[in-house]
Structures are given as C-alpha cells and as structure tokens.
C-alpha cells in the first residue's frame, strides 16, 4: 500500500524542508532525479546519451525551474539541451543562468521551439507542475502537439501539465506523458490519470516525516493477496461465509449468472442464488444452490443485489428484504438507482455494512458528482452512511469514516457489458467471508481489474477485446496471482 497526497499538503510539506535546507538545494535534489530518468530514457530509447537531442519545455514556476536544472545536468553528460522558454521574463533565473553556463540552447519563439521539438529524442514537460489552473495554453499546447505528431516520448516533470493535479482531469490540450518523475510524494493525478503519466518514478526529496498521514491510499497486490479468503484445515462449506445473491431476472439472467460465477470463483465457501433466473444459474453452475426468493434462500453472511434486478416494486421489495437481514450488502446498479428514488431504503442503508458500486450516472442519483470523483466520493459514503465504490478508469472505495483508495486499472479492457456484475459477485463473497466493506471493495476492484487483463491479453502484449464471462473466467489467474505476491 502507498499514499497520495493532495498538492496543497505536498506544498506544506515542503515549507519546513526548505526553511531548513540551503536555497535552491530541494529543486536541485528534484531536477537530479528528473536528469536519471531522463539518462534512462535516452539510453533505452537511443542507446546512448552523448549527443542525443533534448527539449526542455519551460514554464514559468518551479516546475520550470526544475526542468532548466535538469537540462544544467544533461549538458554536463554531453547531451545537446534546448530549452524553449514559454514565459521568458519569468523563467526560474537560477536555473536559466545554469543552463546558458553549460552552453545550452535557449529559444523563446514557438516556431523555433516545434522545429527544436520535432528533432528531439526525448521532450522534457516543465511548464507546469502543482501550481497548474486550467488546460494547456496556446503556445505550449502547439508544442506538445508537435510532440505527438512526431512521436516524440514526454518525460513530465512532476505532473503532466494540462491534467488538474489534485482531480486528474485533463484540459483540452494536455500531456501524455511516457513517463513522470515526480517529488516527496505521489499525487492524485499519478493514479487518477495514470495513463496520462505512464509509470511514475518517485525522488524522495525528505519531505516524509513532514507529510500528515495520507488522505488516499493505494493497494498494492500483496495487500490484496494477505488479504484474500482461503480456506484452512478446519473449514467447511459454511464457515468461510456464504454469500447469497439476489440479482438478475427473466429478462436479465445473463446478470444473475455473471454476479453468481463471480462469487463461486472467489471463495470456496458456498454460494446461494435467489431469484428469477434460478434455473439460468444453475445450469451454468451447479454447485450454486439457487432458489427463487430471499426468504427461501436459507442462511448466508452477505448478500450482493441489484444486477438486472429492475427498480419495480418487487426490485424495492428485495432489497429491503436484504437490508433488513441487517447482514453485509453489496448494492449494485438497479439496488444503486433504488436507493437515490427511495429514502427509506437510504434510511436502512445507513450506517449498516453496506457497499454500493454505482458508476458516473448511478452515483448522480444518489449523490453529486463534481470532477472531484475522490471528494465526491468521500462525502457521499459519509453523508449516506455505506462504503461507496465509484466505478471508472480509476476506482474510488471511501469509506463513511473517511478513508479512501483509489485502484488505478491497468487498461480499459473493462469497459464492456457485464463487467460490473462478475465486480458484484467477488466483493460480495469478500464481505461474506468477513472482510470490511473498504477493503471487499478495494480487493474486489483489484482483482478485477486483474483479471481483465489476463482475459485480454493485456498482461502479455497489447491484448484485445474480452467479454465479462472471459474477465470472470481469468478471475482465479488473477486471485493466484495476488496470492504469490503477498510473500
Ligand atoms: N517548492 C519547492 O521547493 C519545490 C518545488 N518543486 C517544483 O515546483 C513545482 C511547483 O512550482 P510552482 O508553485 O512555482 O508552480 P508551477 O511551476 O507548477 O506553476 C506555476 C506557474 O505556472 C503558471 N501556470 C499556471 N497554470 C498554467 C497553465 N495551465 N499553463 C501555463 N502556465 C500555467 C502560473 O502562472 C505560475 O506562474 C512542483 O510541481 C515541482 O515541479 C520541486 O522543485 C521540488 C521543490
Ligand atoms: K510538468
């Protein structure tokens, strides 16, 4: 597990670091850094560094400060350094003195700067880091396209500029960077929009014993994996939690068997199936002991409902039957849209162990949803009492108390129908077997995620196009996988 912190507290971080280390001595530990990536880079990309073309884009703050440092540093190792001054009256005069020293370029026309860009091998993005408001500029987003239309790798510095830093929201023009070396602290853009930053190197620049504990957290595969319910000697059928599921219906049996299936490879406990679609369920898996209403269903430690259950009457009906048990509930898609149309199942919902997984538009039923999924989200699970998952590209779990993490998935491969119900059925059984909402739901959306990418293909090579029953498919890859990595 790792921390993100806001760019606010990574500046208050900074405060005392500087007020006690010479001037200019925590931008040069940063610009260090970005100069080992960046010899890195080159290296990998070309095979050498000498001679090999650079282009530093300089904005007007530090972040450019650190890029003209770096460039002082690639010069020393003989590397042909332009840097193309965005703001030239207001470029860091320090590290512009440094770099004029070491005889690099200096150019502050755009025109210059594209063609200088078009002959690069690598492009350094310093025109903006934790002091960013708003997209791209002109002059800087006629460079960065020129990046990318010649195909010319970006390292960013700090951040990608043109992405909000605490939202991960891009501009209109904005960078995707191959790769981002940032400072004394990941941010929430890193894992927000981690496909605009690429792998992200992190500099430790002293700020740790500044830094107040993290506002998000990151789950890493060995958490996942320690975590994982597995049997012991002394199990049976009934003591590693049963999980029930009331989802799916005649006119949606395909969400029943996806949630169910999802279940059933997650935990080798026991898996009961209440609804419409029994007879769907059982015959796509036996072992599923399925019965056509939650009274009948017997005992369980959780229930998962509201995959293709419909937002009827009967729909509200069963999931006040599941919230009345009192037991663990993960509340999903149509048990979502009834909680926003319903107060007196939000009355029941609070406070109790519940988790709902709604994306973008189901979470605007029940809560509002600015371009701050993390803030958004945080206040939603305290105002309603329940664990939240906000699905998307990055998943948000907060928790009522507070806590948040986000699970940054490795590819887009989930965005396809029936993705959410195989979600359903593995956080599901995380909370019959004992786990807490927060950690079902961050475990759940790791191992999806996982699985996702195995069924594509995407762990091995660029992957192609996998449907939900191959994503439930690769799930026990991916749980054997999180399982070896918890050492
Ligand atoms: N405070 C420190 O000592 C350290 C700061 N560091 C660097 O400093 C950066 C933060 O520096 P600053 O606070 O000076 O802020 P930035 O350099 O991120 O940006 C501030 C400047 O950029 C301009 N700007 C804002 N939005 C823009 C946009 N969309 N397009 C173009 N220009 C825009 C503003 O007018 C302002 O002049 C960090 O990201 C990091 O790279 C590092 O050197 C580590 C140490
Ligand atoms: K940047």
């Not at 510095?157 to 940032?182: I, N, W």
């Not at 789950?219 to 320690?226: K, N, T």
């Amino acid at each position: 597990m790792y921390g993100v912190w806001t760019p606010e507290q990574v500046g208050a971080a900074e405060e005392p670091v500087l007020a006690r280390t010479p001037e200019g001595a925590l931008m040069r530990r940063a610009a260090h850094g970005v100069a080992q990536v960046a010899l890195a880079e080159l290296r990998r990309r070309t095979g050498g560094v000498a001679g090999r073309r650079v282009v530093v884009l300089v904005g007007a703050g530090n972040n450019g400060g650190d890029g003209l440092w770096a460039g002082d540093e690639l010069r020393r190792r003989g590397v042909a350094v332009t840097a193309v001054l965005l703001s030239p009256d207001r470029a860091h005069p320090a590290g512009l003195a440094a770099l004029r020293k070491q005889r690099g370029r200096i150019v502050t026309d755009v025109e210059h700067g594209v063609v200088a860009v078009d002959h690069a091998d690598l492009v350094l993005d310093a025109i903006v880091g934790t002091g960013a408001r708003g997209g791209l500029r002109p002059e800087a987003a006629t460079l960065v396209d020129a990046a990318r239309t010649t195909d010319v790798p970006i390292l960013a510095v700090d951040t990608p500029s043109g992405v909000d830093p605490l939202t991960g929201v891009p501009g209109e023009h904005h960078v995707r960077a191959a790769a981002t070396v940032t400072f004394g602290a990941r941010k929430p853009v890193h894992v927000l929009a981690a496909p605009l930053c690429g792998p992200v190197t992190l500099i430790d620049i002293g700020l740790g014993p500044e830094l107040p504990p993290a506002p998000v957290d990151v789950l890493d595969a060995a958490d996942v994996g320690a975590r994982w319910p597995v049997p012991g000697p002394g199990d049976d059928k009934y003591s590693q939690g049963v999980v029930g599921i009331a989802a799916g219906s005649r006119t949606y049996p395909g969400a029943a068997v996806l949630a169910s299936g999802a279940a059933a490879l997650s935990t080798s406990g026991m898996v009961r199936y209440a609804g419409s679609a029994a007879d769907e369920v059982r015959a796509a898996w036996p072992e599923i002991v399925a019965t056509d209403t939650v009274g009948e269903a017997g005992r369980v430690q959780a229930w998962v409902v509201g995959p293709g259950l419909g937002t009827d009457d009967a729909g509200a009906q069963t999931l006040a039957d599941v919230l009345d048990t009192g037991l663990p509930v993960l509340a999903d898609a149509d048990a979502v849209t009834l909680l926003g149309q319903h107060a007196g199942l939000r009355e029941k919902a609070a406070g109790a162990p519940v988790l709902i997984t709604p994306h973008a538009g189901e979470f605007a039923r029940v809560a509002e949803l600015t371009d701050d999924r993390v803030d958004s989200a945080r206040r939603a699970a305290a105002d309603l009492g329940v664990t939240l998952l906000l699905k998307g590209n990055a998943t948000v779990v907060a928790a009522p108390d507070g806590r948040v993490l986000v699970h940054p998935a490795g590819s887009a491969w989930l965005a396809t129908a029936g993705s959410g119900d195989v979600l359903s059925g593995v956080a599901g059984a995380l909370l019959a077997a004992g786990l807490e909402p927060w950690w079902a739901g961050g475990c759940a959306a790791f191992v999806h995620a996982r699985a996702a990418d195995i069924g594509a293909g995407a762990d091995i090579g660029p992957g192609s196009p996998v449907p939900a029953s191959h994503v439930q498919a690769a799930l026990s890859t991916a749980i054997r996988q999180v399982r070896e990595a918890r050492g």
